[in-house]
């Protein structure tokens, strides 16, 4: 059972543009939604992450929108750059998972010049 | 210096093998983890360890075991490896606080033939 569910799986975007990324999660006990960023050769990195009690939480170019009715989250990159291309990954855990995450499926971003 | 390595980076051997991979962290964290991306580029969580407690995913086969010979190593061992063990197997590591993000290192791309 895939407890996150992200989409989509590729997303071309040209540069200067939005790149969205949405996930939805099952779990109502999931309190904390970081995201991570995955380039070739290369473990992931924590990008950003938000706490269910907030609505938004922006970092630079990064952006979270968080609809906790829905159980729905989403990453947007603004005036996207080739640099971005990488694949990114959203990912839940719960106050007792002892930061276990849970993953969503991963998107590969390639942003075109 | 590498916050968290892992050797050896590519490991290639046949069925019915038992093989390991290394790895260790420099930076003081208290909890490590093994993760294993397939070839779709999902994330798994493996197993969960620190000096006081070991959280294993229950998908995970009894031939995967971790060892911790001290709190900056967490090497995994596979036992009989399969086909289907053939993956990209990362290992983190994260601080004691609840929502410390995770470091990853660069991965171990495993194939079994």
């Known amino acids: 059972q895939q407890q996150v569910k992200q989409s989509p799986q590729s997303l071309i975007v040209q540069k200067g543009g939005i790149s969205i990324i949405n996930c939805a999660y099952e779990?109502?006990?999931?309190?904390?939604f970081p995201w991570y960023q995955q380039f070739p050769g290369k473990g992931p990195a924590l990008l950003i992450a938000?706490?269910?009690?907030?609505s938004e939480k922006k970092e630079g170019r990064f952006t979270i929108s968080f609809n906790k009715s829905a159980k729905q989250f989403s990453l947007h990159i603004m005036d996207s750059q080739p640099g971005d291309s990488a694949t990114y990954f959203c990912?839940?855990?719960?106050?007792?998972?002892?930061?276990?995450?849970?993953f969503g499926g991963g998107t590969r971003l390639m942003v075109k010049p | 210096d590498t916050a968290v390595s892992q050797t050896p980076k590519y490991l290639v051997t046949q069925m019915g093998n038992d093989k390991s991979i290394k790895c260790e962290q420099n930076?003081?964290?208290?909890?490590m983890y093994w993760y294993k991306q397939d070839s779709k580029k999902f994330l798994k969580i493996m197993f969960s360890?620190?000096?006081?407690?070991?959280?294993i995913n229950e998908t995970v086969p009894n031939r995967f075991s971790p060892k911790s010979p001290d709190k900056a190593h967490l090497n995994l061992h596979i036992n009989s490896l399969e086909l289907g063990d053939s993956a990209v197997y990362f290992c983190?590591?994260?601080?004691?606080?609840?929502?410390?993000?995770?470091?990853f290192g660069n991965g171990t791309r495993l194939t079994v033939t």
């Open positions: 990912a839940a855990t719960t106050n007792n998972a002892g930061n276990m995450l849970t």
């Open positions: 779990n109502t006990a999931f309190d904390y």
């Open positions: 938000i706490r269910p009690d907030v």
């Open positions: 930076l003081g964290h208290d909890t």
């Open positions: 360890y620190n000096n006081k407690e070991l959280i």
């Open positions: 983190a590591s994260a601080g004691g606080f609840y929502n410390s993000p995770l470091h």
